[in-house]
């Protein structure tokens, strides 16, 4: 079949072609192995895009979008395992139909911009615009930025450290653009040569940035000894009061590494425990406090555990603060232990957006967590400086960023992702982190209860990382050189200008729009 059949066939059957592109492009992600893909996979869709109306494009796009959305998402189900299966399981569908809505209003977009050669050339960075404004404001949820589907090539995704994840967003846009003209020019074989150069410049710039002088900094670089310790306590125990002993002894007992295969956590230097690793508010547990403080006297060594804490409030709806944290407990000073509150809700997870524009939605409840933001970023350690995060803080380029500037060398993240089973959940989840390492030049120590728990170094190598499931201890030496990055640096001007090219690129788009249906009434 050569190229003239396949692009008749795809505008024949335009639903077709967008629903199994979009099918496709949702196991370019890892853990697929289907990376390579994305390079193509949005080409079939814009071509058959070509010969549907506007209205039949946003259609076709939303409808795609929920097989795709249903793919990336379908690991939320799990919660409901351990929660109001109702609340739960309609959340799931309210999430698929609303993140699907993106992309039918992407369809819609090309659609449109396929009027005005300007529109089609700054597309991509308007695809960009779009995933950092899903990345802002409360209701924001930027787990699936298109970048992420290169997580699996160390080399393609080295380019995040002068643009971040959206810029490569941008590129493999454009790549897939460059097939799509390809497919309607005369002139194909130059479209085909610039997608050929596209992975072969990200290939380049891996290969210069990943080269032996990486090695050599990373064994120059100051090495903090972490173990990470990994439990795995199921998600259905976890919040059970009549297993609160039986938790805290078997997260106790990998501590202690009592079997064979487990790493020894004695001379270690920092001992890190997953988000509410201790499943209850840590200031009714004065003995679990006594414990954790002699832990750290007698391994010598801080320890971060995740646990909940809350504070009296006055508000008329509630009398007190909830704060889901990270606590850190010194070798040498017993009554003193350090708290970092998490900055990012889940939204509708652990609170409802917009409850402080509109104080109503605090007397809602539709099931989701009470929470409230902590105030500010933490940084914690002696030598060498770390910032905590929890859980899905880790997914926002910002916090990563405005932790280096707020003095951290590398990241510690934990979280709790047993809420999704054997999934490919966690997995997106731990790749997310990666870009978070190369983007900003941070390491990352990231320590999951029930897996993927994984070190990454200052340029995303994975420097070991452990099953899901799997009761464990993960210790490294990590290494944390003092790399720069011009993301790091410049990384909220390049996020300003996407976002701007995105707004200026809508105003283009509806003067095209309003210019089109003037001449079509005039006529």
């Known amino acids: ?30 853990p697929f192995p289907l990376g390579w893909l994305s390079f193509i996979v949005l080409a079939p869709a814009f071509i058959a895009t070509q010969s549907l109306r506007p209205r039949q494009a946003f259609t076709a796009w939303f409808t795609g979008g929920m097989l795709y959305n249903l793919v990336m998402y379908w690991w939320i189900y799990n919660v409901i395992k351990v929660g109001p299966a109702f609340a739960i399981g ?27 050669p300007f529109l089609l050339i700054t597309f991509p960075i308007a695809w960009a615009g779009l995933e950092v404004a899903r990345a ?37 846009i454009a790549a897939n653009l460059f097939l799509f003209q390809a497919a309607r020019s005369e002139k194909k074989k130059s479209w085909i040569v610039a997608w050929i150069i596209s992975p072969l410049i990200l290939l380049a710039f891996g290969a ?29 125990k976890k919040w059970s009061e009549e297993y609160f002993n039986e938790i805290m002894g078997k997260t106790l007992r990998t501590i202690a590494g009592l079997r064979n295969d487990f790493a020894p956590v004695a001379g270690s230097d920092l001992v890190v425990l997953a988000e509410t690793a201790v499943p209850d508010f840590l200031r009714t547990r004065p003995e679990i406090i006594d414990t954790f403080s002699n832990r750290a006297y007698n391994l010598n060594a801080s320890i971060v555990v995740g646990a909940l804490d809350y504070v009296p409030d006055k508000k008329p709806w509630r009398e007190y603060l909830f704060y889901n ?31 402080g524009v509109f104080p109503i939605l605090n007397y809602v409840h539709l099931g ?11 940084i914690w350690g002696d030598s060498i400086h770390y910032a905590p995060s929890i859980c899905y803080e880790i997914i926002y380029p910002s916090f990563a960023r405005e932790a280096k500037k707020a003095g951290a060398q590398f990241l510690v993240n934990i979280t709790n992702d047993g809420w999704f089973g054997k999934s490919n959940g966690p997995y997106e989840h731990a790749n997310i982190a990666r870009f978070r390492s190369v983007e900003t030049g941070l390491p990352v120590a990231r320590c999951s209860n029930a897996g993927v728990s994984v070190f990454y170094d200052a340029w995303g190598r994975d ?51 309003v210019r089109a249906k003037v001449l079509h009434y005039s006529s």
Not at 2 to 21: D, E, L, Y
Not at 215 to 230: E, M, R, Y
Request: glycine letters at 6%; hydrophobic letters at 45%; aromatic letters at 14%.
């Open 90 to 116: 309609g959340g799931l569908v309210l999430l698929i139909l609303f993140l699907s809505l993106f992309n039918g209003l992407i369809g819609l977009a090309f659609r449109y911009s396929l009027r005005h």
């Open 463 to 513: 420097l070991g990382h452990t099953a899901l499931m799997d009761s464990t201890v993960l210790q490294r030496n990590l290494p944390v050189p003092n790399r720069q990055t011009f993301y790091a640096r410049f990384g909220a001007i390049i996020d300003g200008f996407f976002l701007a090219a995105l707004g200026l690129w809508i105003l283009a788009l509806i003067t095209v729009f």
């Open 325 to 355: 944290s990270a606590f850190l407990f010194h070798p040498k000073e017993a009554e003193h232990i350090d708290q970092y509150s998490k900055l990012r809700l889940v939204p509708f997870s652990e609170k409802l957006p917009f409850q």
């Open 208 to 236: 210069i940035s990943l080269k032996r002088d990486s090695n050599d900094l990373n064994n120059k670089a100051p090495k903090i000894k972490i173990s990470l310790i990994q439990p795995a306590i199921p998600q259905t």
């Open 136 to 172: 802002t404001g409360e209701m924001s949820f930027p787990w699936n930025d298109f970048g992420y589907a290169l997580g699996h090539n160390l080399h393609l995704i080295q380019i995040t450290s002068l643009f971040g994840v959206y810029g490569l967003s941008a590129l493999l």
């Open 1 to 30: 079949m050569n190229f003239s059949v396949c692009k008749a066939w795809m505008q024949k059957h335009p639903r077709w072609t967008i629903a199994a592109s979009s099918l496709l492009w949702a196991f370019c992600y890892p």
């Open 368 to 378: 989701e967590g009470d929470f409230s933001p902590g105030s500010d970023y933490s």
